[in-house]
């Protein structure tokens, strides 16, 4: 099946910062979604995005399917940004099914 | 407003008992999914469905079992023959359009722990 990765695994971020994520798949791909877990556990949709670029807020995403990868870009981080994000993809022959990262833990600081 | 409703949102199981998982949708969303998430990691896929009357395995179905008599409701039964049950878990749904991808939506989830 699809291999997906993301990195960095931990990102401890100064409130204000900026920053990148990074997922990358390993097949080509008809879905890519972001997500945001919080400290509850609620997976928030951030981005569907199996190509191109979309921007939400302080938020943005981009996807080079060709090059199989994704980028999730935070800027002037606040500390409700912390969480975990990932990264899950679709694939033509998955049926609707989404493979997940591991995640990418952000912690931002005060 | 349209959403995904799980309950309970925290369950005890004792050995050598089923317990059961709610989920219901009114998004008139087709696919059904549920996930399993254990700490520090992404979500697995136990069972989804595409259409009512119909369901298949994902990749760790062992221990579980499901239905899908109506459209918006796919309950997760957890039986006994599954030795490590404590988890968070998570169920979703999107539209489906055959080979067509499309966003997945997500309940607020379960935490299922052995008394």
């Known amino acids: 099946g699809i291999q997906v990765e993301q990195s960095p695994p931990d990102l401890i971020l100064q409130e204000g910062a900026n920053s990148t994520l990074r997922c990358n798949f390993s097949d080509s791909v008809n879905n890519l979604q972001w997500f945001h877990q919080n400290p509850w556990g609620q997976l928030i949709n951030l981005f569907y995005?199996?190509?191109g670029t979309k921007q939400n807020g302080r938020l943005s995403a981009t996807t080079v399917a060709t090059e199989r990868y994704s980028l999730l870009y935070i800027s002037s981080s606040q500390t409700t940004d912390s969480g975990v994000y990932f990264c899950a993809v679709g694939t033509t022959d998955s049926w609707g099914k989404l493979q997940f990262g591991a995640g990418t833990q952000v912690v931002v600081t005060p | 407003d349209g959403g995904i409703t799980q309950s309970p949102k925290y369950l005890f199981r004792k050995e050598g008992q089923n317990v059961t998982l709610s989920c219901e949708q009114n998004?008139?969303?087709?696919?059904m999914y549920w996930y399993r998430q254990d700490p520090g990691q992404g979500l697995r896929l136990i069972y989804y469905?595409?259409?009512?009357?119909?369901?298949q395995k994902g990749d760790i179905a062992e221990g579980y079992s499901v239905s899908r008599e109506k459209k918006e409701s796919f309950p997760l039964t957890v039986t006994s023959a599954q030795k490590n049950p404590t988890a968070f878990y998570l169920c979703a749904s999107s539209i489906y359009r055959g080979g067509s991808n499309q966003p997945q939506h997500f309940g607020d989830g379960t935490r299922l722990s052995i008394l």
């Open positions: 995005i199996p190509s």
């Open positions: 998004l008139n969303h087709d696919a």
């Open positions: 469905s595409q259409i009512v009357n119909d369901f």
